[in-house]
């Protein structure tokens, strides 16, 4: 019951950022938004029956909100298995990973393929959150956030680094300002923005669903 309210208020924080809305046939047969892909940097739906493992990791001494990496590890699931149509049964799922953790003394040692093995994967999608914060403005219900992250793709078996395949890693930052919540429908709305703008390049996302309001670019951080 929890997983599933979980993936429920997911869908209703990372849907809102995104050009959702469904594009009128045209007359002339000319593609709409919602018609047209963005062609995937690594398609990790091109190889049928593959198993993932969505492994997030933070640093120990990053103050983040305790089901962070969950919150995560969901979000990029649920993308996966709704717009790009991966079944279920293909996630390997987060209790299986924690599982491994705990009863892993040397678990920090181990490299993501490795994990990935252990746990029967194909590929490991490893999200790295590397900043958070979050904040409520004057101790009104007016969040602040930001969550930086990178994302890598590996083959298990090979420990073949997949995706990004021009550099080391693919860098994401979300952030909002300013936004009437409370804490945790802040901190997965985060998890929701960084989970589409991971997954956004390893499937045939629609043109219309590929940007996200809360991104760097689009809130002007730092400026």
């Given at each position: 019951m ?16 995104i050009?959702?809305?469904?594009g ?59 717009r ?23 678990f ?18 490893v ?38 395949e ?5 860098k994401v930052?979300v ?15 985060l ?10 390049f ?22």
């Amino acid at each position: 019951m929890k997983q599933l309210l979980i993936k429920v208020i997911l869908a209703c924080s990372v849907l809102p950022l995104i050009g959702c809305a469904p594009g009128l046939v045209s007359v002339l047969g000319t593609p709409t938004s919602a018609e047209m892909t963005v062609t995937p940097e690594y398609d990790i739906t091109k190889e049928k029956g593959k198993k993932i493992l969505t492994l997030v990791e933070q640093p120990y001494f990053l103050r983040a909100n305790p089901n962070l990496r969950y919150f995560i590890t969901v979000g990029v699931n649920k993308i996966l298995e709704d717009r790009a149509k991966i079944r279920p049964e293909m996630f390997i799922s987060y209790d299986a990973l924690a599982e491994l953790r705990s009863s892993t003394p040397d678990f920090s040692m181990l490299t993501p393929p490795e994990v990935g093995s252990k746990l029967g994967a194909d590929y490991v999608l490893v999200v790295t959150i590397n900043n958070y914060q979050l904040g409520d403005k004057n101790e009104q219900g007016f969040f602040t956030g930001r969550l930086e992250a990178q994302a890598q793709l590996f083959s298990a078996s090979t420990a073949e680094k997949l995706w990004p395949e021009m550099e080391s890693a693919r860098k994401v930052i979300v952030g909002f300002d300013s936004v009437r919540s409370s804490a945790d429908a802040a901190a997965l709305r985060l998890a929701g923005g960084a989970a589409h703008c991971v997954t956004r390049f390893l499937y045939k996302c629609p043109k219309n669903q590929f940007k996200s309001s809360d991104e760097e670019s689009e809130i002007g951080w730092g400026q």
